[in-house]
């Protein structure tokens, strides 16, 4: 542990987008999660976890689980509004009072933007997002963060591509913030001229003093790439079927463009995937996306682990 | 406009007691009559719409009699006219003059422009803080969108 992090304190502490948890923060976090891989104990024990999915979940709703299961603690919730009170109008200012009142730590999936900020406010035991709207997943920021570490044994200096929904998709958003806390780290985003990344957040990262440049055709960026970013393409984002297979064709990556890259290159994907990574990749030494989902267990466990003030880790 | 018209029809409308609203975009005054609740009050209200400015080229103007205005109300004045100036008159005299300004932060106001935002679904204060001033850019403290002086919608 780094002398800054041995700082750093988050009892009690929500998580609600990325931009809450300052550089220092979150090394500390993918450091206490590097510590409890594998870990299993009763850290927990007599502490109970809320999971308030509003919306279904496969991945992050079960690492959650994983990381509770893990630590000996106890679960309570739902996880789909269907027959809870929700349905009967319950407001959400109302479901998070009474959860705050069950519950040592509330974690949130909501359909609507800005959900977890107003949990967040009005709960009186720490909000994790786990995704509101279009809006924020922090916890997935911080597992992808994880993996790149992980792979590149650093999370400065590095050539980042970004492939896909840049538009839309929430997880390069705030990914790309992430990485322009740390220097020396190169953006490279591509997408079709309609899924490009929002001008106003490259205004941001530029004013980081971040490096970033916008393209049309993955296989041109692929060499200087230390990881690829892969996100899907959803039907309903382009404007007709045509259009869609075209870009489809277009971003998708096979094992044959993998030729020249550097033999460090790693590639993620947040998943679910359809078809934008071919099914040949996954045999290639490049291929990291499941083993960057298995990291969202203890990168959950060392967020409940921290803000729940649990204490030096094993 | 010269200073004798502007000092003639300073004095046409003169008013003992109360507030000019000054520097207003043109046709901003209707939305500023809306927003202050004076349609069908008691109070003198005088009106000008598109007078000559050397700053703005036209501009709105608006006398209230007898009515101070509270920092909700100027800070909903700054929401449509960020360049509106207000002078207070008491006893026929300028007592004080300054330009609104946003407030780096608040509450209420408006609406946050996002339809998917938890705001718009529950019962849930707006809360923003102020990207600029103009032309006028809000973002929501929830959602993080940024709604922009066009698309904003008074409260």
């Known amino acids: ?39 299993r104990g009763t850290e927990l024990a007599g502490r109970q976890i809320a999971l308030l999915f509003y919306e279904n979940s496969t991945r992050t709703r079960n690492s959650f689980v994983t990381a509770v299961h893990h630590l000996g603690g106890t679960l309570c919730g739902f996880d789909s509004a269907e027959g809870t009170s929700v349905q009967k109008g319950e407001t959400l200012y109302d479901t998070i009072q009474m959860f705050s009142a069950y ?70 958003h705030s990914l790309s913030d992430a990485l322009a806390m740390y220097p020396g780290n190169r953006l490279l985003y ?75 290159l790693r590639i993620l994907h947040p998943l679910p995937r359809v078809d934008e990574i071919a099914p040949d990749v996954d045999s290639t030494p490049y291929a990291f996306y499941f083993q ?12 409940l682990w921290l803000l729940l003030g649990i204490g030096e880790t094993p | 406009m010269s200073s004798k018209t502007a000092e003639r029809q300073y004095k046409v ?18 939305q500023v009559v809306e927003l202050l609740g004076l349609a069908g009050t008691d109070s003198l209200v005088t ?7 050397d700053k703005m080229g036209r501009k709105d103007l608006l006398k209230v009699e007898n009515r101070e205005l509270t ?10 006219a960020p ?23 608040f509450t209420g106001l408006a609406r946050c422009g996002n339809h998917g935002c938890i705001t718009r679904a529950e019962n849930v204060p707006t809360r923003f803080s102020t990207v600029s001033r103009e032309p006028v850019a809000l973002r929501c403290h929830y959602c993080c969108f940024v709604t922009r002086g066009s698309d904003l919608e008074l409260l």
């Open chain 1, 1 to 39: 542990m780094t002398e800054s992090t041995l700082q750093v304190d988050l009892r009690g502490r929500s998580l609600v987008s990325i931009k809450d948890f300052t550089r220092d923060e979150i090394e500390h976090v993918l450091a206490t999660a590097s510590r409890l891989e594998g870990h």
């Open chain 1, 103 to 172: 519950s040592d730590a509330i974690v949130l999936r909501h359909p609507r933007d800005g959900s977890a900020r107003w949990a967040a406010d009005t709960a009186n035991v720490p909000v994790i997002n786990a995704g509101d709207g279009k809006n924020q997943h922090p916890t997935q920021t911080l597992l992808d963060l994880y993996a790149i570490r992980g792979t590149q044994k650093r999370l400065e200096g590095l050539t980042v591509a970004m492939v896909g929904d840049l538009k839309y998709g929430r997880t390069v």
């Open chain 1, 190 to 264: 591509i997408s079709p001229s309609s899924l490009k990344m929002p001008a106003e957040q490259l205004t941001a990262l530029r004013e980081k003093g971040v490096e970033l440049s916008e393209h049309e055709n993955l296989e041109e960026v692929l060499p200087e790439a230390d990881v690829v970013y892969v996100t899907r393409i959803q039907r309903e984002r382009m404007p007709d079927e045509t259009e869609y297979e075209k870009v489809r064709g277009a971003f998708r990556l096979t094992a044959s463009m993998l030729r020249k890259v550097k033999p460090s």
């Open chain 1, 292 to 303: 960057q989902a298995a990291g969202g267990v203890p990168v959950r466990k060392a967020l």
């Open chain 2, 13 to 30: 409308f003169r008013i003992e007691n109360g507030t000019v609203i000054d520097h207003m975009p043109h046709w901003a005054a209707r």
């Open chain 2, 47 to 53: 009106v000008g719409f598109g007078l000559q400015s």
């Open chain 2, 71 to 80: 920092q909700q109300e100027i800070n909903r004045i700054a929401l449509v």
């Open chain 2, 83 to 105: 360049q509106a100036t207000i002078n207070l008159i008491r006893n026929g005299q300028t007592t004080q003059k300054f330009t609104v300004e946003l407030p780096l932060e």
